[in-house]
């Protein structure tokens, strides 16, 4: 062989790649459950989602990988992120190596303190959640809305709608809220740029 | 048009639509992780369409009311992982000599014992062949994808009913914990097979009568056909027999019934090997790495083609071997010691090459890690 193969091979950049990382509990895997289904409701787009977790049923690392493409997708798991959710610095710590170059770093900057790059978005989810949306454990919708806002991946009003088809009877008004306040706030940031 | 069938749908779920599809209506199981959803399926949405969903006090109890149900005419499933299964293995064995239909589900998981719970693996392929003591032949489907999930626990069923004997599912916690996008079949997309029932008069009848095909028609427990069922060694009326004659001929039928119709069972995925050199002979969910891996060598060139085995057990070694014919290496990747590998080496001829890419440390193998073994064996 004249060339090395693995020189010559090109990975396609057919596939949109999203991750969302934390401690179990955190609502990673139902997030991206509710991610992919408000962006599958777009007939056109291929969507997977996949997970990654521990025998624990709280905390150790939990994260979730949404693959979105035009194209069939053959590999169902996340090769080189193009956008990466952390909500705690050990899953920051573990997973930037995995995003692309021009991928797009979101942290939760009430949980996060060392971030080893100044090119990512800062929102603090969990304070959010517990301040401005009424519970804590809609820092994971919080950050939906943030991803919406920032990737314009999904519509936000197909977003609402995943999330309310999750959300407990009783609990509906918040998730909205919590989808609202992560969208409103991401789009502060991004204007600012 | 809107397709009201489309859901992003969990591999695990796959399980369930499928089976109710193929006309299952009784579940009973213990949960165990990775499959547990499987069952939480099964009791959301059996009760609606008429069936029965039991939780069992353990694995043993489960398997023993999946082959009760139906030897009372019912399709019946189960689904555990590795360590359930291997509780279950001495009931499965009922079945096999029982020769009563019934599909297992075994969302495999690392072990040996209790092992790696959320970790997928493709370690108990060997124990779907062999789990059971005794001769007798088993049927095991690997799917690849949720959408695939779905069909092949049709063609479980099918094949369960079509030759009254267990079908093992192998799935992995890849696929099982894993969410597609799909459209589910409509009504009449695929053909749903049941069981042949005697037409004897109960007087004439034997539940264990050697037909042409192997297989005796099976009456329901209640249907008026009076018949001994037993796990020791039996003639064609169910009674037990010490005669060697006899034996013999059970013995056979479990094997023959299922071997003399091979072509039926077996199931391949054939991709790019018109002109291949090199094939990656795969099953379950390492089969999508291959796949991408295969199309990226394509592209820079490379005569490499893949073979995918959706029937694993009874292992196509005549349909395999005529596909690789033209290759002179083949490489194996299992997320498991080696097991199939040993299978394709036994029916490859003397000259061709043969690769064994393995993982075992409960991640899967990557598109990259296999051009990286295809760079090496080239």
């Given amino acids: 062989m004249e060339h090395k193969l693995l020189d010559r091979i090109e990975i396609p950049h057919d596939r949109f790649e999203i991750r969302l990382s934390g401690s179990g509990g955190q609502g990673m895997i139902l997030g991206s459950v509710m991610l992919a289904e408000a962006i599958g409701t777009d007939y056109t787009k291929r969507v997977i989602q996949t997970q990654s977790y521990g025998p624990e049923a709280r905390g150790g690392a939990s994260k979730s990988d949404v693959v979105i493409s035009s194209n069939e997708i053959y590999y169902p798991k996340a090769m080189q992120l193009d956008m990466l959710l952390t909500m705690t610095q050990e899953s920051l710590d573990r997973y930037y190596g995995d995003l692309h170059k021009e991928g797009v770093l979101i942290v939760d900057s009430g949980l996060v303190t060392r971030i080893p790059t100044d090119n990512y978005y800062g929102l603090p989810f969990?304070?959010?959640?517990?301040?401005?949306?009424?519970?804590?454990?809609?820092?994971?919708?919080?950050?939906?809305?943030?991803?919406?806002?920032f990737t314009g991946i999904v519509p936000r009003e197909n977003l609402?709608?995943?999330?309310?088809?999750?959300?407990p009877r009783g609990t509906e008004d918040k998730n909205r809220a919590a989808v609202e306040i992560g969208y409103r706030e991401a789009m502060k940031i991004a204007k600012k740029e | 048009m809107v397709d009201t069938q489309r859901k992003l749908l969990l591999g695990n779920l796959a399980c369930v639509h499928g089976a109710i599809y193929a006309g299952m209506r009784f579940f009973a199981g213990y949960p165990i992780t990775p499959s547990t959803e499987v069952a939480e399926g099964c009791s959301r949405e059996l009760p609606r369409i008429g069936g029965r969903f039991i939780q069992m006090e353990d694995e043993i109890g489960s398997i023993g009311a999946v082959v009760g149900a139906s030897v009372s005419g019912v399709k019946a499933m189960t689904a555990t992982s590795g360590p359930g299964y291997s509780l279950m293995v001495e009931n499965i064995g009922y079945a096999y000599m029982t020769e009563t239909p019934c599909v297992i589900i075994n969302v495999q998981r690392g072990g040996p014992s209790t092992g790696l719970p959320t970790k997928g693996s493709q370690s108990d392929t060997m124990q779907a062949r062999w789990g059971p003591h005794g001769d007798y032949t088993a049927i095991a489907v690997a799917p690849s994808t949720v959408g695939d999930t779905v069909t092949e626990t049709i063609r479980a069923f099918n094949l369960a009913e079509r030759f009254r004997t267990?079908?093992?599912?192998?799935?992995?916690?890849?696929?099982?914990?894993?969410?597609?996008?799909?459209?589910?079949?409509?009504?009449?997309?695929?053909q749903v097979v049941d069981r042949v029932k005697p037409t004897a008069s109960p007087e004439e009848f034997e539940p264990f009568a050697h037909t042409a095909g192997g297989v005796s028609p099976m009456p329901a427990y209640g249907e008026g056909y009076r018949y001994v069922i037993t796990g020791l060694t039996h003639d064609a009326m169910g009674f037990t027999t010490n005669r060697p004659d006899e034996i013999k001929l059970k013995l056979d039928k479990l094997r023959n019934k299922i071997l003399n119709f091979k072509s039926e069972i077996t199931k391949l995925r054939i991709e790019m090997m018109d002109d291949a050199e090199i094939a990656f002979v795969s099953y379950g969910s390492v089969s999508r790495a291959v796949l991408l891996a295969v199309a990226l060598a394509r592209k820079a060139g490379v005569k490499v083609g893949m073979i995918q085995l959706y029937t694993v057990w009874p292992f196509p070694d005549e349909e395999l071997r005529d596909y690789l014919v033209g290759c002179h290496k083949v490489i194996v990747p299992e997320l498991n010691m080696g097991q199939v590998v040993r299978e394709v080496g036994r029916i490859l001829p003397p000259d061709t090459e043969i690769h064994s890419l393995l993982r075992y440390d409960g991640e899967i193998l990557t598109p990259m890690q296999l051009l990286e073994k295809l760079e090496e064996v080239m």
């Fill in chain 1, 126 to 149: 969990t304070r959010l959640a517990r301040e401005e949306a009424g519970h804590v454990m809609v820092a994971n919708v919080v950050a939906l809305g943030a991803i919406a806002a």
């Fill in chain 2, 166 to 190: 267990p079908v093992t599912i192998l799935l992995d916690e890849v696929i099982s914990h894993q969410r597609e996008m799909i459209s589910l079949p409509k009504p009449g997309e695929h």
């Fill in chain 1, 160 to 167: 609402i709608e995943a999330v309310l088809s999750h959300a």
